[in-house]
């Protein structure tokens, strides 16, 4: 494998938001109409956007499916050894088992270390994997999983239909608070973004600027957008991670692994990110698991995309991870995005069919998926903090679902969760 792919391999896809006296800019739900200050592909009433997003045919069945082993690099090992590990003790065990120590990190409060390890040229992964877990000098060996996002196409119907508007100003727009997102790169320079308070950083490939990409872009202009395309809390600071290289442009297409994952997510974390974005889903994976427990445990939010895999599909990491706010996607009609997960583990839904987005290269388009959905719960989340800066991970929670508006059957189900997210009635609910 290619070194430059070596690292990484997690695939993520985008979502987005807007503003002007929001009457003016927002099209009739249905079909889409002109936002003013914004070109848009294919305007009109009766204009066909491509579903950009959709997966071709048969390309699904193709795909490996969350949690299987081939979810993993082909040539990596991620080992995590105690706090009180011998300094040379993980260079002597590389040796050993005849693999490269490529990158490492210290996981914040527990001091864990983690190592990222290639095998030899030529080895096979099971047999390396199986020796190495064999060896009582690590706590655990794993894989390096691959973690995937989705997306679709979109409308600026979203703001309005969760009452975000009024919840924005109420919250002086999230302003004193940091906002981690985990994703692809982030087009700084777009018109919607240029003026927000960002701050990116590349673990990815550690360097100094950030290559614009589509999936990062889009969710930043949901979190944090500017002027024609304004965000749910466009005042926030926002710690824009780069942990995923960007493989189809045209769709969003983004990879990265468990140990960028991991890495990225503490490094919002150290960067001050009072909650964290992961419009992103995977396997279940220890690594990414301590990771997020971790998080959790500095009283840190994480909200994550519940998959777009369709309703057959198992549970999505790391949504389905307890404590963390897994979020569904829904149309302008409050009707279920029809490839999203379901399962006993979503916490609410918020709007991810046919949302309108910023592209890197001063471009704008539309998109769908449980990744855009995921932006807004963020952006909720971020106004709550903003009003109430002394509430806690599970206060946060409970105000999130218990003002959210019930679409399915009566009380929770795993089709909705508590149901759409309603940001002016959760804004109402803090003292």
Same mark, same amino acid.
């Given at each position: 494998?290619?070194?430059?792919?070596?690292?990484?391999?997690?695939?993520?896809?985008? $979502?987005?938001?807007?503003?002007?006296?929001?009457?003016?800019?927002? *099209?009739?739900?249905?079909?889409?109409?002109?936002?003013?200050?914004?070109?848009?592909?294919?305007?009109?009433?009766?204009?066909?956007?491509?579903?950009?997003?959709?997966? +071709?045919?048969?390309?699904?069945?193709?795909?490996?499916? @969350?949690?299987?082993?081939?979810?993993?690099?082909?040539?990596?090992?991620?080992?995590?050894?105690?706090?009180?590990?011998?300094?040379?003790?993980?260079?002597?065990?590389?040796?050993?088992?005849?693999?490269?120590?490529?990158? #490492?990190?210290?996981?914040?409060?527990?001091?864990?270390?983690?190592?990222?390890?290639?095998?030899?040229?030529?080895?096979?992964?099971?047999?390396?994997?199986?020796?190495?877990?064999?060896?009582?000098?690590?706590?655990?060996? @794993?894989?390096?999983?691959?973690?995937?996002?989705?997306?679709?196409?979109?409308?600026?119907?979203?703001?309005?239909?969760?009452?975000?508007?009024?919840?924005?100003?109420?919250?002086?727009?999230?302003?004193?608070?940091?906002?981690?997102?985990?994703?692809?790169?982030?087009?700084?320079?777009?018109?919607?973004?240029?003026?927000? !308070?960002?701050?990116?950083?590349?673990?990815?490939?550690?360097? *100094?600027?950030?290559?614009?990409?589509?999936?990062?872009?889009?969710?930043?202009?949901?979190?944090?957008?500017?002027?024609?395309?304004?965000?749910?809390?466009?005042?926030?600071? $926002?710690?824009?991670?780069?942990?995923?290289?960007?493989?189809?442009?045209?769709?969003?297409?983004?990879?990265?692994?468990?140990?960028? $994952?991991?890495?990225?997510?503490?490094?919002?974390?150290?960067?001050?990110?009072?909650?964290?974005?992961?419009?992103?889903?995977?396997?279940?994976?220890?690594?990414?698991?301590?990771?997020?427990?971790?998080?959790?445990?500095?009283?840190?939010?994480?909200?994550?995309?519940?998959?777009?895999?369709?309703?057959?599909?198992?549970?999505?990491?790391?949504?389905?991870?307890?404590?963390?706010?897994?979020?569904?996607?829904?149309? !302008?009609?409050? @009707?279920?995005?029809?490839?999203?997960?379901?399962?006993?583990?979503?916490?609410?839904?918020?709007?991810?069919?046919?949302?309108?987005?910023?592209?890197?290269?001063?471009?704008?388009?539309?998109?769908?998926?449980?990744?855009?959905?995921?932006?807004?719960?963020?952006?909720?989340?971020?106004?709550?903090?903003?009003?109430?800066?002394?509430?806690?991970?599970?206060?946060?929670?409970?105000?999130?679902?218990?003002?959210?508006?019930?679409?399915?059957?009566?009380?929770?189900? +795993?089709?909705?969760?508590?149901?759409?997210? #309603?940001?002016?009635?959760?804004?109402?609910?803090?003292?």
């Amino acid at each position: 494998m290619n070194l430059r792919w070596g690292i990484l391999v997690v695939v993520l896809t985008l $979502l987005t938001g807007i503003e002007q006296p929001l009457a003016q800019v927002l *099209a009739p739900p249905g079909p889409r109409g002109n936002v003013p200050g914004i070109n848009l592909p294919g305007q009109g009433p009766d204009a066909s956007v491509p579903d950009l997003f959709d997966t +071709p045919p048969g390309a699904e069945s193709d795909r490996p499916k @969350q949690g299987q082993e081939e979810d993993a690099l082909p040539n990596e090992l991620c080992v995590i050894f105690p706090p009180s590990v011998d300094p040379g003790a993980p260079a002597r065990f590389a040796a050993e088992l005849d693999l490269e120590v490529a990158r #490492d990190f210290t996981m914040s409060g527990l001091g864990l270390r983690v190592y990222l390890m290639r095998i030899a040229e030529g080895a096979e992964l099971d047999k390396v994997y199986d020796a190495a877990s064999a060896d009582q000098r690590p706590l655990w060996v @794993q894989k390096n999983f691959i973690y995937r996002t989705s997306v679709g196409d979109g409308q600026q119907y979203a703001l309005a239909q969760i009452h975000a508007e009024t919840a924005t100003a109420k919250a002086s727009g999230g302003a004193g608070i940091t906002i981690g997102l985990v994703d692809s790169g982030v087009d700084v320079t777009h018109e919607s973004l240029r003026d927000a !308070h960002i701050t990116v950083i590349d673990v990815a490939d550690g360097d *100094a600027t950030v290559d614009p990409e589509t999936h990062g872009t889009v969710i930043a202009s949901i979190l944090v957008g500017q002027g024609p395309l304004m965000g749910v809390a466009p005042k926030a600071r $926002l710690v824009a991670v780069r942990a995923f290289r960007e493989v189809d442009a045209k769709v969003g297409a983004a990879e990265s692994s468990s140990f960028l $994952l991991s890495l990225g997510i503490e490094t919002a974390v150290k960067n001050g990110a009072q909650l964290v974005n992961l419009s992103l889903t995977g396997p279940q994976d220890r690594l990414v698991s301590q990771m997020v427990n971790t998080t959790l445990m500095h009283k840190v939010v994480v909200i994550a995309a519940a998959g777009n895999e369709g309703p057959k599909a198992g549970p999505a990491y790391p949504a389905a991870q307890d404590g963390v706010i897994a979020v569904t996607a829904t149309d !302008h009609k409050d @009707q279920l995005y029809k490839r999203a997960n379901q399962g006993a583990y979503i916490s609410v839904a918020a709007p991810g069919v046919d949302i309108l987005g910023a592209k890197p290269g001063g471009a704008y388009d539309f998109f769908s998926g449980t990744s855009m959905a995921t932006g807004y719960v963020t952006g909720l989340a971020a106004l709550l903090m903003a009003s109430d800066n002394k509430l806690s991970v599970t206060q946060l929670r409970k105000i999130v679902e218990g003002t959210a508006v019930d679409l399915g059957a009566p009380a929770r189900d +795993p089709i909705f969760g508590a149901g759409r997210i #309603d940001a002016a009635s959760a804004i109402d609910q803090l003292p």
